[in-house]
Nanobody, 122 residues
């Protein structure tokens, strides 16, 4: 049974940094992504990585501040978040899939973690 387990969320002041981790158990995938969902709002794509092709995608709102990466040896996907803003406050979810037609398409990802909360204060 495939499970994605996120960690690394927390509370930080604006301008601070956090690193989220996602450990998929039971399988490896061609695509890994981070989505986020602010309270009362829809889920949005943050970043996607295709490790085999070394390709990454980012939402415009996080470009230059967030970096998605994967450590194959540890089978862990990371989201390094720097220069955090209050508008980055959300529940962050890790997702995985083998076939993705749109990197930011929520429905294209087959497996999801339970989420980790990120709160950024002014």
């Amino acid at each position: 049974q495939v499970q994605l387990v996120e960690s690394g969320g927390g509370s930080v002041q604006a301008g601070g940094s956090l690193r989220l981790s996602c450990v998929p158990s039971g399988a490896t995938f061609n695509y890994y992504a981070w989505f986020r969902q602010p309270l009362g709002m829809g889920r949005e794509a943050v970043a996607t990585i295709r490790p085999a092709r070394r390709i990454t995608y980012y939402a415009d709102s996080v470009k230059g501040r967030f970096i998605i990466s994967r450590d194959a040896g540890k089978n862990t996907v990371y989201l390094q978040m720097d220069s955090l803003k209050p508008e980055d406050t959300a529940m962050y979810y890790c997702a995985a899939a083998n076939v993705v037609w749109r990197w930011d398409g929520e429905s294209h990802y087959d497996y999801w973690g339970q989420g980790t909360q990120v709160t950024v204060s002014k």
